[in-house]
């Protein structure tokens, strides 16, 4: 698995953070996913992690012993524990979101990032053959991935300021050119995401499922609910780009430089609507 992340993963962000050693990969059991939670969370309070992957590895549900729902139903049932929903729910759609009170790795502040969201991948996803064929949540395992959107663009951010200007971004008292070097990290995490989404178009038989970036460049199309941990019927989504929510992240950033009242990173993930916390 460690292998595959390392050299075939197809998301840019997250190969960038496996190769940095923020990525925590833990083989896991239904019994231990609380307590792999508590050492991601740790972790993420330490400045030590950005992602995290439950690694299932049951012979059972390898690639040709059973198909992407029967894997999906187990994976939800392993996750279970620290859902505020039923496995069944999850594997039918629901979202297993946790809200995490972390320090803003760009403003310094604690606040509570909402959309830390586990997302099931197995290796039946691949198989065109199969009803729920979606190479976008594919991997060489079962498995689950946990990680933010805004935790993770936020960590971007603050790497783009050490190596820029060496030191954080609240020690920058610049308001101006802190928004310069917002809107470069905008345009990269843009470039980041956009190449991802081609470089899983590549993988795909987009007469199946498509995938590809709107013509305005603002959305990403694909074939399952973002945030949805699993899905039993599939159907045609749209999903922002970093050009939108990028934009949405920065601006509370800047108000928060300007003056503003303490950072608050809830409902900053899609839409500038609340994520439920779990």
């Known amino acids: 698995m460690k292998a595959w992340m390392a050299r075939d993963l197809p998301c840019v962000a997250g190969r960038r953070e496996y190769s940095r050693?923020?990525?925590?990969?833990?083989?896991?059991?239904?019994?231990?996913?609380?307590?792999?939670?508590?050492?991601?969370?740790?972790?993420?309070?330490?400045?030590?992690?950005?992602?995290?992957?439950?690694?299932f590895n049951d012979v059972r549900f390898y690639e040709g012993r059973a198909d992407t729902a029967e894997t999906f139903h187990f994976l939800a049932q392993q996750m279970e524990l620290i859902a505020g929903v039923s496995a069944c729910e999850l594997?039918?759609?629901?979202?297993?979101?946790?809200?995490?009170?972390?320090?803003?790795?760009?403003?310094?502040?604690t606040t509570v990032f909402d959309d830390f969201e586990c997302i099931a991948f197995c290796p039946q996803s691949d198989n065109r053959a199969d009803?729920?064929?979606d190479?976008?949540?594919?991997?060489?395992?079962?498995?689950?991935?946990?990680?933010?959107?805004?935790?993770?663009?936020?960590?971007?951010?603050?790497?783009?300021?050490?190596?820029?200007?060496?030191?954080?971004?609240?020690?920058?008292?610049?308001?101006?050119?802190?928004?310069?070097?917002?809107?470069?990290?905008v345009d990269r995490w843009q470039r980041v995401a956009t190449r991802t989404i081609a470089n899983f178009a590549d993988i795909t038989d987009t007469s199946l499922c498509p995938v590809h970036v709107t013509a305005d460049q603002t959305h990403w199309i694909a074939k399952?609910?973002?945030?949805?941990?699993?899905?039993?019927?599939?159907?045609?989504?749209?999903?922002?780009?970093?050009?939108?929510?990028?934009?949405?992240?920065?601006?509370?950033?800047?108000?928060?430089?300007?003056?503003?009242?303490?950072?608050?990173?809830a409902g900053l993930a899609r839409d500038g609507r609340p994520v439920s916390p779990m």
């Not at 923020?22 to 330490?46: E, G, H, Q, T």
């Not at 749209?238 to 509370?252: D, F, M, N, Q």
Request: hydrophobic residues 45%; contains cysteine; neutral net charge.
């Open 21 to 55: 050693g923020r990525y925590m990969v833990r083989n896991a059991s239904r019994m231990s996913v609380p307590m792999i939670l508590a050492d991601y969370k740790a972790a993420l309070a330490r400045g030590e992690a950005v992602a995290c992957l439950f690694v």
């Open 91 to 109: 594997a039918n759609g629901a979202a297993l979101t946790t809200a995490i009170e972390l320090r803003c790795p760009v403003t310094g502040q």
């Open 131 to 133: 009803p729920l064929y």
């Open 135 to 185: 190479p976008l949540m594919y991997a060489p395992y079962p498995c689950v991935n946990m990680s933010s959107d805004v935790y993770a663009f936020s960590r971007f951010v603050a790497d783009s300021a050490l190596a820029a200007w060496r030191k954080p971004v609240r020690e920058e008292s610049d308001i101006d050119r802190i928004a310069r070097l917002f809107e470069v990290c």
């Open 224 to 265: 399952h609910k973002d945030p949805a941990f699993a899905e039993q019927k599939k159907e045609v989504h749209s999903h922002e780009l970093p050009v939108l929510y990028g934009e949405r992240i920065t601006k509370r950033w800047l108000d928060f430089f300007g003056g503003a009242n303490d950072y608050v990173a």
